[in-house]
């Protein structure tokens, strides 16, 4: 599996064009998003140093999600470069510090919050569906071409983690036995935990809000994902739909794909209204 990551050379910052940065197509509004994705990603050695601990009597895993943290923070170095490209006041070690303060994982955990190791890759799985999703419907609706690149490396990159993920989930079935309501039921709380858990909310505080600015949850879980939500389209949700229910067992295209990427398309169009209002 650690082949697998080596296997074709991995792009660095070297390989972005830089050069055809184009301020005059930089949407502000993205801008906002690109900033805390930035601090969400670089944080990925906290959640490396998380995955290790759970899965602390499997070496060759660890070897993944040390792999893998190296790739999720070099994401977030490629969008914080672009984000002061767009914005030069933006002081990416300063907003990271202040997220980093404020929001902590718990990186000694001996046993996964998801009660087992196939409950904790089921989660892995749905995040990089998210990421995978988020950053293709990104470089699909960028209309600056360095950003447009950007996404596009890391859309490709955390379709992989994805699969990463999922290959090691199908080995920890055989271990574990998990059902498949089971699988569901961690599927469901992960994707509800997007509503409750600080870590998106808190960067884009700490990547946007004045010094002044109090942290409310709320408030900045709505900034952030009516912004996030704006560029979906009705093939990201899908394809999204499709590999969440592949990752909990369940046939990944068929009517209830079709249904559930119908309730996705609604519940996003209900973001961007807010966001036309807030507007
Ligand atoms: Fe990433
Ligand atoms: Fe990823």
Sequence with gaps: MQQELARKRHWTLADIP????????????????????????????????????????????????????????????ALAAWACLADPAFDFEASFKRFTDGYKIPVDAKSSVRGSCTGELVSRCIVETG?????????????????????RNIAADEHRHYKLFYDNLRRYLKLEKVGRWERLLVAIRRIRESDDDDELPYAYFAANAGPEARYDRRRYAAAYSCRAFASYRKHHVQRGVAMMLKAVGLSPNGRLNALLTRLGCWFIARQNRKLAVAA
């Design 18 to 77: 830089w050069r055809q940065f184009d301020a005059t197509r930089v949407d502000p509004e993205v801008l906002k998003v690109v900033k805390a994705a930035a601090m969400v990603e670089h944080n990925g050695r906290d959640y490396s140093a998380y995955l290790c601990s759970v899965f602390h009597d499997d070496p060759e895993f660890q070897d993944v999600a040390r792999g893998w943290a190296e790739e999720e923070v070099q994401h977030g170095k």
């Design 131 to 151: 990421t995978s999703s988020f950053y293709g419907a990104l470089m699909d609706a960028s209309e600056e071409p360095v950003l447009k690149a950007i996404c």
